[in-house]
């Protein structure tokens, strides 16, 4: 038996990495996924995507978003970081599902590497205003339907995302924050 950690509340060998309950105390360790949201914003037949910057994924491309705050309703998340990524002030105008990705590079499946990510679809509103964040983002671009760039980003699902947007629709935001 290899010990990987240690109990964070008795400090106690733990058998395994999380979820794992302390043998010696009692204490739950979890390993939770973290939530995430992105735009899928699109006009005139094309979608906005954005090249990333920084690692995992270096150089894909992929939806603005990314990692909820803590108390940020998701629509809040893709309206703040796709003004940050993008330059512009977006419009969510219907939800399109969530979808659950490794947040890796390559094989390697690390705890605590897992992103829930829910997906909105959204229209930008006027003319892009601010700097694009050049740490997040390399480059961004609209690409049409049939014209996506490569790779995309996250690997095992983005494709599915902007399917979905493009032949499915959305669905209506009955949760919009007031
Ligand atoms: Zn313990």
Same mark, same amino acid.
């Given at each position: ?15 395994? $990495? @999380?979820?794992?309950? !302390? $043998? ?9 996924? /973290?939530?995430?949201?992105? $735009? ?12 990333? +910057?920084?690692?995992?994924? /270096? ?8 990692? !909820?705050?803590?108390?940020?309703? @998701? ?52 003319? $892009? ?25 996250? @690997?095992?699902?983005?494709? +599915? ?15 919009? @924050?007031?």
């Amino acid at each position: 038996m290899t010990t990987v950690r240690y109990c964070s509340a008795c400090g106690a060998g733990l058998p395994v $990495a @999380p979820p794992v309950t !302390c $043998a010696a105390c009692g204490t739950s360790h979890w390993s939770n996924p /973290k939530p995430c949201a992105n $735009a899928v914003i699109v006009e005139r037949q094309r979608v906005l995507l954005t090249q990333r +910057a920084h690692s995992p994924w /270096k150089g894909a491309w992929c939806s603005p978003g990314g990692f !909820c705050e803590r108390g940020e309703h @998701p629509i809040e998340t893709v309206v703040r970081e796709a003004l940050e990524e993008t330059g512009f002030r977006i419009r969510v105008t219907g939800y399109l599902g969530v979808w659950v990705d490794d947040y890796v590079d390559g094989p390697d499946h690390r705890e605590n590497e897992v992103i829930n990510v829910a997906y909105y679809l959204a229209e930008t509103m006027g003319e $892009a205003r601010g700097d694009v964040d050049r740490s997040e983002v390399s480059d961004l671009g609209w690409f049409g339907w049939d014209e996506l760039p490569s790779p995309l980003a996250p @690997p095992g699902t983005l494709a +599915a995302v902007l399917q979905a947007a493009r032949n499915a629709g959305s669905t209506p935001l009955l949760d919009r @924050p007031q």
